[in-house]
């Protein structure tokens, strides 16, 4: 119950703009220790995570190896080692959502309700997703020394977990100019309407197709089988549809805000960041027609939205947010892709992790 009271402060706080750096980091710091204080028998990859540690298995990328081989050196338990992980993760998460804007309260609610408890199970995605959002954060001033750190904590990410290499793309975009990314943007939203209105149509013949040219070329070997299961798993289409809706909603959102931005600002800056991103959310749909795991790629681009509107309510408006209309309607819009990341990272595609819910949150414990 301690989370839930947590998240209803937080929400009042962003609502109201009261103390928004402590209700915030008050509740990013609980969310760390909910994840740190995850177990076996209820986080569904909690056991392969403690044995990769405890047996010194290189399973995972080398960065992440490196903090295991360091953790196991000062004698720390997975249970001591993952724990630290965790704050280590929320505390990067902080600094760099903090970097951008300090309203803090509102991006971690709605972390709290979309993101969080899928970051409880994949702690190495939490830990990359961090360090992007920091990387992505020396991105608002436009010169060649931040922009060679981001790309080097992005490589730095990577080590953590491979999809940061994805990442590299939305900052390679970020060099274009903003009226160019807008016309960009505009033309992937059409693009990945007739892809999915195609894909609907002429689905069993597209399943086909893929798997042949999966199964020669692929690298992985069950990438021909996964484009079958997203079709004829009985919630595929719906998966994709209800992604499809996130990622449109959240375009939609962050174009007709840069409408408003002037260039050489930092609104200005940090919008040539987030419409690449918002893109990347849209390939990430079109990649769930091969494999529904890329729905993390979609969950990961989501956050930078949230940081981008409670950026730009900021920088815009000092009234309460009731006070503040347009505010209001645009926030309602982000409850939608908070409530539909949700689902689609907790009970869409992710099914083990629907039975986890009630213990990341410590509504139940596994001694019940």
Sequence with gaps: MTFIVIVIENFLSMITRL???ISGAILFLFTAFLIGSGDAVTNPDYALY???YEYKWSNFESGYTLLSNVGRLLGLDYAGFRMIIAF???IILMVGILRITNNLSFVAFFYAISLFTID?????NSL???IVVLAFSFLIVRDWKHYLTAGVLLFLASTIHSLALAFFVPYLLSFFKLRIQRIMGSAMVILSLIMLIVGEIFQEQLISVLQFVLNIFGSRSDAG???????????GSIAIFAAFMVAIVSMLI?????????????VGNLTQVVIPMVMLGLVAVMMMETSSDYVRLLRNTSLFVFIYFATFLGQRQQLPLWLNKRGTFFTVC???????TFYLQNYAVYPAATGALPYTVQIRTNNE
């Design 19 to 21: 103390i928004p750096r």
């Design 50 to 52: 403690m044995n990769s």
């Design 88 to 90: 280590l993760s929320v």
């Design 120 to 124: 409880a199970i994949q702690v190495r």
């Design 128 to 130: 990359m997703l961090s």
């Design 225 to 235: 089988s996964n484009v079958a299961s997203v079709y004829t798993n009985s919630s």
């Design 254 to 266: 962050v174009l007709y805000l840069s409408l408003e931005v002037e260039d050489n600002t930092k």
């Design 334 to 340: 982000l409850l939608l892709v908070a409530s539909v």
